[in-house]
């Protein structure tokens, strides 16, 4: 009976066995899968980082940097640029450069106050990229336009806020305008700009007392130079007319009347246009030239008074007059 008993025992301890080596196996495959998976997922993630790294390499890289209230564009590729193009502020777009190749530097003046400046680069097979960078003007911007020859704006700007504005012309007394609150950034002034050859001197002052001056020569408008002679013959009146603008047009009015008429003692009368009679008159347009002469006004016999206007492209005029006996 023991001996029976001991053999069931013996049985029962090798199926036993039997079943913990199993699952040892089964648990060592399944491990051995696991170790392998991992493998396999990090072997094609080193695939994709590489394949992504070369990716990336086949597109240009845009740097931007500030440098004296400039900003520096820096392109990098290993292909030709075909292009570089900037905008402000989302507003129009301007291109830079074409078709170069290798590190390109280009450098643009910044704007007055905070700005975005936005970037993108384009190579060869059209792949791009884009960069995009907030950027503040350092110290106190000022910008002098010339408005039609006629008036000058004056812009100034500064982030710190603005004290005053000033400005003068040529040696005319210095006026002064202030802002609206402390905390404003930017002052705007149109002025007239004088006849002739001016120069135009600004100053402003922010809010940590820093004084920034600019001067400019201006060119004002000047009004036409107009020259009325005759032939010696007495026959015709020459016109000579000059601008440094440019001519725009010119209008006569040529008189007529008896030289009694009009003279006493040799000496004209003083209500001498009141005696005289419109014979011919005509207006010519010009286009630009800065200087002509027109001889074909033709005299008659009598005494002949000839009254002259001419307009320049910017709208300044001048009116001459002059007489003659024939």
């Given at each position: 009976?023991?001996?029976?008993?001991?053999?069931?025992?013996?049985?029962?301890?090798?199926?036993?066995?039997?079943?913990?080596?199993?699952?040892?196996?089964?648990?060592?495959?399944?491990?051995?899968?696991?170790?392998?998976?991992?493998?396999?997922?990090?072997?094609?993630?080193s695939?994709?980082?590489?394949?992504?790294?070369?990716?990336?390499?086949?597109?240009?890289?845009?740097?931007?940097?500030?440098?004296?209230?400039?900003?520096?564009?820096?392109?990098?590729?290993?292909?030709?640029?075909?292009?570089?193009?900037?905008?402000?502020?989302?507003?129009?777009?301007?291109?830079?450069?074409?078709?170069?190749?290798?590190?390109?530097?280009?450098?643009?003046?910044?704007?007055?106050?905070?700005?975005?400046?936005?970037?993108?680069?384009?190579?060869?097979?059209?792949?791009?990229?884009?960069?995009?960078?907030?950027?503040?003007?350092?110290?106190?911007?000022?910008?002098?336009?010339?408005?039609?020859?006629?008036?000058i704006?004056?812009t100034?700007?500064?982030?710190?806020?603005?004290?005053?504005?000033?400005?003068?012309?040529?040696?005319?007394e210095?006026?002064?305008?202030?802002?609206?609150?402390?905390?404003?950034?930017?002052?705007?002034?149109?002025?007239?700009?004088?006849?002739?050859?001016?120069t135009?001197?600004?100053?402003?002052?922010?809010?940590?007392?820093?004084?920034?001056?600019?001067e400019?020569?201006?060119?004002?408008?000047?009004?036409?130079?107009?020259?009325?002679?005759?032939?010696?013959?007495?026959?015709?009146?020459?016109?000579?007319?000059?601008?440094?603008?440019?001519?725009?047009?010119?209008?006569?009015?040529?008189?007529?009347?008896?030289?009694?008429?009009v003279a006493?003692?040799?000496?004209?009368?003083?209500?001498?246009?009141?005696?005289?009679?419109?014979i011919?008159?005509?207006?010519?347009?010009?286009?630009?030239?800065?200087?002509?002469?027109?001889?074909?006004?033709?005299?008659?016999?009598?005494?002949?008074?000839?009254?002259?206007?001419?307009?320049?492209?910017?709208?300044?005029?001048?009116?001459?007059?002059?007489?003659?006996?024939?």
């Amino acid at each position: 009976m023991n001996q029976i008993l001991y053999t069931i025992q013996d049985e029962n301890s090798k199926k036993n066995l039997k079943k913990i080596l199993l699952f040892f196996v089964i648990a060592i495959i399944i491990f051995g899968i696991i170790l392998t998976g991992m493998g396999g997922y990090q072997l094609v993630s080193s695939i994709k980082r590489r394949n992504e790294a070369i990716e990336m390499a086949k597109i240009p890289v845009i740097g931007i940097s500030m440098e004296n209230n400039q900003a520096i564009i820096k392109v990098e590729h290993t292909k030709n640029i075909k292009s570089i193009i900037y905008r402000w502020n989302k507003g129009e777009e301007t291109t830079l450069s074409e078709n170069k190749s290798g590190t390109i530097t280009e450098k643009i003046d910044v704007l007055a106050g905070t700005n975005i400046l936005d970037v993108v680069a384009v190579d060869i097979e059209g792949k791009t990229a884009t960069a995009s960078k907030e950027i503040s003007y350092n110290g106190t911007y000022m910008n002098l336009s010339v408005v039609n020859n006629k008036q000058i704006k004056i812009t100034v700007t500064d982030i710190e806020g603005l004290q005053s504005l000033s400005y003068k012309w040529n040696s005319e007394e210095e006026k002064l305008e202030y802002p609206q609150s402390r905390s404003q950034q930017t002052m705007e002034i149109i002025s007239d700009i004088p006849i002739g050859l001016n120069t135009i001197s600004v100053t402003a002052i922010n809010n940590k007392n820093i004084t920034q001056t600019k001067e400019m020569s201006v060119q004002g408008i000047t009004k036409p130079t107009v020259k009325v002679n005759f032939k010696t013959d007495r026959t015709v009146f020459i016109v000579k007319l000059n601008d440094e603008q440019g001519l725009k047009s010119y209008s006569y009015k040529l008189y007529n009347a008896k030289v009694d008429d009009v003279a006493k003692d040799g000496k004209l009368i003083e209500n001498v246009k009141e005696k005289l009679t419109l014979i011919k008159s005509d207006e010519k347009t010009l286009n630009g030239e800065l200087s002509i002469t027109d001889n074909s006004i033709e005299l008659t016999e009598g005494f002949n008074y000839l009254e002259l206007t001419v307009k320049n492209i910017e709208g300044a005029e001048e009116t001459i007059s002059g007489w003659c006996v024939r």
